[in-house]
Each structure stands twice: as C-alpha cells, then as structure tokens.
C-alpha cells in the first residue's frame, strides 16, 4: 500500500499537525536550546544558581559590580603571588597558570564580528530615520517602550534574574505541557476573533445608524 504524506497520521496530536518544528528545533537544536530545555539539567541548575547568588551578592549585600571585581581580583593575584613566592623558596613548581594573550587572528575575528553587527544596527538606523520601514521604526520603539517601562518598575539586575529564570522555565514547562496549552491557544484565538466580529457587526451598525442620522439633520437644517 502506497502511504500518503499529506493524510494525518492516525493517533497523532494536534501540536503534530499544526507545526512540524518542536520547542528544541526553535531554539536551535544545540547547547543552548538543551539548557534551555533543562537536556543538561546540570548546567541549567548552574546557571540557576549562579544567577541567584549574583543577586543576592549584588542586591542583598549590598556590592557593586566593580567593588566585586576588585575584591575578587586582589584576592586572586595575592593568592598567586604568595604561592610564586612559597614555590620558590620551598623548590616547588609555580602555579600552573597559562601565558594568556590575544592573538592577531582572535583580534581580526573579534573586530569583524562587531564590525559587522555595528553595520547592521546602523543600517537599521538609517532605515528609521529616513522613513524607509514603517514595520522597522514601530517594532523598535515598542520595543524602546516596553524596555523604558520595565527599567522605571525595576533595578537591571532584579530585571536580569527574573529574565533568566524566565528563560530557563517557561519554554520547558511549556514543552512538557504543549499539547494542553496549544488547544487552549487555540481557543483563546477562537474567542477572541468571534468577540472582534461581533464588536466590529456593532460598531458597523451604530456608524451606520449615526451617519443616517446626521444625514437626516443636514436634510432638515437644509430644508429650514
């Protein structure tokens, strides 16, 4: 028997029907959508936790980011200095730290890749200020809004946490429950677009009513 591909598959859901792509395809089918998705629990909790002891750093005792740094900074290279010094005088090897530089290939990679991007956010610029994409400039400066309303209602950092943690729980809570979510979606569409109709059936109507009427008033003023 020749199957046919455009024919449903009998026992398969709607979310398979509706859209081929899964969650892990949209957010690229690598490393990140596997943290995202929670694949690599280990380094997702990490991030997590990371995340949670950087505001409680920053934001419950009180540290700023460059006193952090500092702080962190003379702790290491003291510890490394007191080691290079014992390792010499007790005839022990120093601390295995690597000779770290950048070279001039990592630095003409770097310099194209904001180069490129730099280009591609000035070009958008460009386009916006010389009215070329309506779509562009509305999309920018909702976004702009959204961002200048956020940053009034909370501090970067509160702003931060809750975007990671957002990302790290909504889209596997989402992927774990889709096939409920996306029916109730769908629903929801369905509502509303019947509410719409039915706004737009009234409002049609009353426009119609007052522009009859207001004909009716021009008729008889005229007659007077």
Request: with cysteine; aromatic share 10%; net charge neutral.
């Amino acid at each position: 028997m020749i199957s046919d591909p455009d024919r449903p598959v009998a026992g398969s859901s709607p979310r398979s029907l509706a859209r081929q792509r899964s969650v892990h395809d949209i957010f690229g089918s690598g490393i990140v959508a596997d943290v995202i998705l929670w694949r690599r629990k280990d380094v997702t909790i990490g991030i997590l936790v990371g995340a949670l002891a950087s505001w409680v750093v920053f934001e419950a005792a009180g540290y700023t980011l460059l006193s952090l740094v500092s702080n962190v900074l003379l702790l290491l290279i003291c510890v490394l200095f007191a080691w290079a010094k014992a390792a010499g005088i007790l005839n022990r090897p120093p601390p295995p730290i690597p000779e770290m530089h950048l070279s001039e290939e990592m630095t003409h990679e770097a310099a194209v890749f904001v180069r490129f991007h730099m280009n591609m956010v000035l070009s958008a610029f460009n386009d916006i200020v010389q009215g070329k994409d309506s779509k562009l400039f509305y999309t920018i400066a909702l976004w702009l809004w959204l961002i200048s309303f956020v940053g009034g209602s909370t501090d970067i950092l509160t702003l931060g946490y809750t975007s990671v943690v957002v990302m790290l729980t909504v889209p596997a809570l989402y992927e774990k429950h889709e096939d409920g979510l996306d029916r109730l979606t769908k629903f929801a569409c369905k509502e509303v677009q019947m509410y719409e109709r039915i706004y737009s059936e009234c409002l049609g109507k009353y426009f119609t009513k007052a522009k009859k009427w207001a004909l009716e008033k021009k008729k008889l003023l005229t007659d007077v």
